[in-house]
Protein backbone atom coordinates (compact mmCIF):
# COMPACT_ATOMS: atom_id res chain seq x y z
CA UNK A 1 0.00 0.00 0.00
CA UNK A 2 0.67 3.40 -0.48
CA UNK A 3 1.97 5.46 1.65
CA UNK A 4 2.70 9.27 2.17
CA UNK A 5 4.58 11.31 5.08
CA UNK A 6 4.97 14.87 5.61
CA UNK A 7 7.25 15.66 8.51
CA UNK A 8 6.77 19.46 9.05
CA UNK A 9 3.66 19.73 11.18
CA UNK A 10 4.00 23.61 10.51
CA UNK A 11 5.65 25.91 9.16
CA UNK A 12 5.95 29.64 9.67
CA UNK A 13 7.14 32.01 6.86
CA UNK A 14 7.11 35.95 6.15
CA UNK A 15 5.48 37.78 4.10
CA UNK A 16 6.67 38.41 0.47
CA UNK A 17 9.69 35.00 1.69
CA UNK A 18 10.14 31.68 0.45
CA UNK A 19 8.97 29.11 2.55
CA UNK A 20 9.41 24.89 1.44
CA UNK A 21 7.03 22.18 2.30
CA UNK A 22 8.41 18.90 2.74
CA UNK A 23 6.72 15.05 1.48
CA UNK A 24 7.85 11.78 0.91
CA UNK A 25 6.35 8.48 -0.16
CA UNK A 26 6.16 4.85 -0.54
CA UNK A 27 5.23 2.95 -3.57
CA UNK A 28 6.22 0.26 -5.82
CA UNK A 29 4.63 1.74 -8.88
CA UNK A 30 6.39 3.44 -11.73
CA UNK A 31 3.59 5.47 -12.90
CA UNK A 32 1.25 7.93 -10.58
CA UNK A 33 0.71 11.39 -9.91
CA UNK A 34 1.25 13.72 -6.63
CA UNK A 35 -0.28 16.72 -5.93
CA UNK A 36 -0.76 19.37 -3.46
CA UNK A 37 -3.85 20.54 -1.86
CA UNK A 38 -4.37 23.24 0.41
CA UNK A 39 -7.15 23.78 2.94
CA UNK A 40 -7.93 26.83 4.31
CA UNK A 41 -9.80 27.37 7.83
CA UNK A 42 -12.92 27.09 5.83
CA UNK A 43 -11.77 23.41 5.35
CA UNK A 44 -12.67 23.46 1.17
CA UNK A 45 -9.79 21.81 -0.09
CA UNK A 46 -8.13 23.08 -3.42
CA UNK A 47 -5.61 21.87 -5.18
CA UNK A 48 -2.69 23.79 -6.00
CA UNK A 49 -0.37 21.64 -8.35
CA UNK A 50 -0.13 18.36 -9.67
CA UNK A 51 3.05 16.27 -11.32
CA UNK A 52 2.85 13.64 -13.34
CA UNK A 53 5.74 10.53 -12.15
CA UNK A 54 6.25 9.74 -16.11
CA UNK A 55 7.64 13.92 -16.61
CA UNK A 56 10.87 14.70 -15.67
CA UNK A 57 9.93 18.82 -15.67
CA UNK A 58 8.88 20.26 -12.16
CA UNK A 59 5.42 21.26 -12.33
CA UNK A 60 5.04 25.38 -11.57
CA UNK A 61 1.62 27.28 -11.04
CA UNK A 62 2.79 30.68 -10.68
CA UNK A 63 4.21 31.16 -7.07
CA UNK A 64 3.74 27.63 -6.41
CA UNK A 65 6.56 25.02 -7.57
CA UNK A 66 7.48 21.42 -7.10
CA UNK A 67 10.72 19.82 -6.52
CA UNK A 68 10.25 16.16 -7.54
CA UNK A 69 12.91 13.67 -6.95
CA UNK A 70 11.53 9.68 -8.24
CA UNK A 71 14.20 8.55 -6.96
CA UNK A 72 14.24 9.77 -4.05
CA UNK A 73 10.34 9.68 -3.94
CA UNK A 74 10.53 13.41 -2.63
CA UNK A 75 7.99 15.41 -3.87
CA UNK A 76 8.49 19.07 -1.98
CA UNK A 77 6.18 22.43 -2.60
CA UNK A 78 8.04 25.77 -2.50
CA UNK A 79 6.31 28.73 -1.80
CA UNK A 80 7.67 31.88 -3.46
CA UNK A 81 6.82 35.56 -2.48
CA UNK A 82 4.27 34.36 0.28
CA UNK A 83 0.75 35.87 0.79
CA UNK A 84 -1.15 36.46 3.75
CA UNK A 85 -3.92 34.23 1.82
CA UNK A 86 -1.42 31.62 1.61
CA UNK A 87 -2.12 30.40 5.20
CA UNK A 88 -3.50 27.06 5.61
CA UNK A 89 -3.15 23.22 5.85
CA UNK A 90 -1.00 22.09 3.45
CA UNK A 91 -1.37 18.27 2.08
CA UNK A 92 0.61 16.18 -0.57
CA UNK A 93 -1.04 13.32 -2.18
CA UNK A 94 -0.51 10.23 -4.32
CA UNK A 95 -2.46 8.51 -6.78
CA UNK A 96 -2.03 5.86 -8.79
CA UNK A 97 -2.19 6.20 -12.38
CA UNK A 98 -4.35 2.90 -13.34
CA UNK A 99 -8.41 3.46 -13.90
CA UNK A 100 -9.54 1.62 -11.01
CA UNK A 101 -8.55 2.44 -7.25
CA UNK A 102 -7.73 5.63 -8.14
CA UNK A 103 -8.45 7.31 -4.99
CA UNK A 104 -5.75 10.02 -3.17
CA UNK A 105 -4.00 8.41 -0.44
CA UNK A 106 -3.19 11.40 1.84
CA UNK A 107 -0.22 12.53 3.86
CA UNK A 108 -0.41 14.26 7.59
CA UNK A 109 -0.28 17.76 6.34
CA UNK A 110 1.41 20.68 7.35
CA UNK A 111 0.27 24.04 8.40
CA UNK A 112 1.82 27.46 7.25
CA UNK A 113 1.57 30.45 9.20
CA UNK A 114 2.61 33.63 7.67
CA UNK A 115 3.55 36.34 9.34
CA UNK A 116 2.98 39.98 8.39
CA UNK B 1 -20.33 26.65 -12.43
CA UNK B 2 -21.82 25.35 -8.97
CA UNK B 3 -19.07 23.13 -6.59
CA UNK B 4 -19.39 20.08 -4.66
CA UNK B 5 -22.14 20.80 -2.40
CA UNK B 6 -22.66 19.34 1.30
CA UNK B 7 -25.23 19.26 4.18
CA UNK B 8 -25.42 19.79 7.20
CA UNK B 9 -22.35 21.63 7.31
CA UNK B 10 -22.14 20.94 11.43
CA UNK B 11 -23.93 18.26 13.56
CA UNK B 12 -23.77 17.09 17.07
CA UNK B 13 -24.85 13.97 18.10
CA UNK B 14 -24.48 11.44 20.93
CA UNK B 15 -23.01 8.26 20.92
CA UNK B 16 -25.05 5.37 19.44
CA UNK B 17 -27.43 7.96 17.82
CA UNK B 18 -27.72 7.84 13.99
CA UNK B 19 -26.46 10.36 11.64
CA UNK B 20 -26.70 10.89 7.71
CA UNK B 21 -24.95 13.19 5.50
CA UNK B 22 -26.01 14.49 2.31
CA UNK B 23 -24.02 15.33 -0.87
CA UNK B 24 -24.38 16.63 -4.27
CA UNK B 25 -21.70 16.36 -6.19
CA UNK B 26 -20.65 18.76 -9.68
CA UNK B 27 -23.27 18.31 -12.61
CA UNK B 28 -21.78 15.71 -14.89
CA UNK B 29 -19.30 14.28 -12.29
CA UNK B 30 -19.59 10.57 -12.32
CA UNK B 31 -16.96 9.74 -9.81
CA UNK B 32 -17.70 10.43 -6.01
CA UNK B 33 -15.76 10.29 -2.97
CA UNK B 34 -16.36 10.10 1.09
CA UNK B 35 -13.33 11.25 3.04
CA UNK B 36 -12.87 11.09 6.78
CA UNK B 37 -10.61 13.44 8.33
CA UNK B 38 -9.96 13.51 11.55
CA UNK B 39 -8.76 16.57 13.08
CA UNK B 40 -4.68 16.86 12.92
CA UNK B 41 -4.75 14.19 9.98
CA UNK B 42 -5.19 13.97 6.43
CA UNK B 43 -8.37 12.64 4.94
CA UNK B 44 -9.01 9.03 4.44
CA UNK B 45 -10.96 7.62 1.78
CA UNK B 46 -14.45 5.59 3.37
CA UNK B 47 -16.17 4.84 -0.55
CA UNK B 48 -15.79 5.77 -3.91
CA UNK B 49 -18.70 5.25 -6.03
CA UNK B 50 -18.43 6.03 -9.94
CA UNK B 51 -21.66 6.43 -11.29
CA UNK B 52 -24.09 4.26 -9.11
CA UNK B 53 -21.60 1.63 -8.83
CA UNK B 54 -18.91 0.66 -5.67
CA UNK B 55 -15.46 0.99 -6.81
CA UNK B 56 -13.98 1.13 -3.43
CA UNK B 57 -15.28 0.27 0.10
CA UNK B 58 -12.43 -1.37 1.57
CA UNK B 59 -12.07 1.21 4.19
CA UNK B 60 -15.42 1.75 5.30
CA UNK B 61 -16.56 0.51 8.92
CA UNK B 62 -19.48 -1.87 7.83
CA UNK B 63 -21.01 -2.69 10.40
CA UNK B 64 -21.81 0.97 11.18
CA UNK B 65 -21.36 2.79 7.91
CA UNK B 66 -23.27 2.63 4.75
CA UNK B 67 -23.11 5.00 1.93
CA UNK B 68 -25.35 4.84 -1.64
CA UNK B 69 -25.81 6.82 -4.73
CA UNK B 70 -29.09 5.23 -6.02
CA UNK B 71 -29.04 7.69 -9.31
CA UNK B 72 -25.55 8.18 -9.99
CA UNK B 73 -26.02 12.08 -8.87
CA UNK B 74 -26.27 12.71 -5.22
CA UNK B 75 -25.00 10.46 -2.30
CA UNK B 76 -25.87 9.88 1.63
CA UNK B 77 -23.40 8.59 4.44
CA UNK B 78 -25.08 7.24 7.02
CA UNK B 79 -23.42 5.92 10.98
CA UNK B 80 -25.62 3.71 12.62
CA UNK B 81 -24.51 3.53 15.64
CA UNK B 82 -22.03 6.62 16.03
CA UNK B 83 -19.13 6.16 18.25
CA UNK B 84 -17.09 8.71 19.94
CA UNK B 85 -13.56 8.17 17.70
CA UNK B 86 -16.29 9.23 14.63
CA UNK B 87 -15.93 12.58 15.30
CA UNK B 88 -14.44 13.86 12.10
CA UNK B 89 -15.41 15.86 9.37
CA UNK B 90 -16.73 14.32 6.29
CA UNK B 91 -15.67 15.47 2.97
CA UNK B 92 -17.19 14.55 -0.48
CA UNK B 93 -15.20 14.85 -3.78
CA UNK B 94 -16.33 14.47 -7.23
CA UNK B 95 -14.61 13.69 -10.44
CA UNK B 96 -15.59 14.07 -14.14
CA UNK B 97 -14.07 10.60 -14.85
CA UNK B 98 -12.03 8.10 -14.56
CA UNK B 99 -9.39 9.83 -16.63
CA UNK B 100 -9.66 13.63 -15.30
CA UNK B 101 -6.74 14.76 -12.97
CA UNK B 102 -8.89 17.00 -10.37
CA UNK B 103 -11.11 15.75 -7.59
CA UNK B 104 -13.42 18.90 -6.87
CA UNK B 105 -13.96 18.64 -2.51
CA UNK B 106 -17.10 20.28 -0.75
CA UNK B 107 -16.63 22.50 2.34
CA UNK B 108 -17.83 18.97 4.48
CA UNK B 109 -19.60 17.71 7.10
CA UNK B 110 -17.90 18.37 10.97
CA UNK B 111 -19.82 16.26 13.08
CA UNK B 112 -19.06 15.74 16.75
CA UNK B 113 -19.97 12.68 19.21
CA UNK B 114 -20.48 12.87 22.61
Known amino acids: AQTVTQSQPEMSVQEAETVTLSCTYD???????LFWYKQPPSRQMILVIR??????QNATENRFSVNFQKAAKSFSLKISDSQLGDAAMYFC?????????????FGGGTRVLVKP | EAGVAQSPRYKIIEKRQSVAFWCNPI?????LYWYQQILGQGPKLLIQ????????DSQLPKDRFSAERLKGVDSTLKIQPAKLEDSAVYLC????????????FGPGTRLTVT
Open chain 2, 93 to 104: ASRLGLTSYEQY
Open chain 1, 27 to 33: TSESDYY
Open chain 1, 51 to 56: QEAYKQ
Open chain 1, 93 to 105: AYRTSKAAGNKLT
Open chain 2, 27 to 31: SGHAT
Open chain 2, 49 to 56: FQNNGVVD
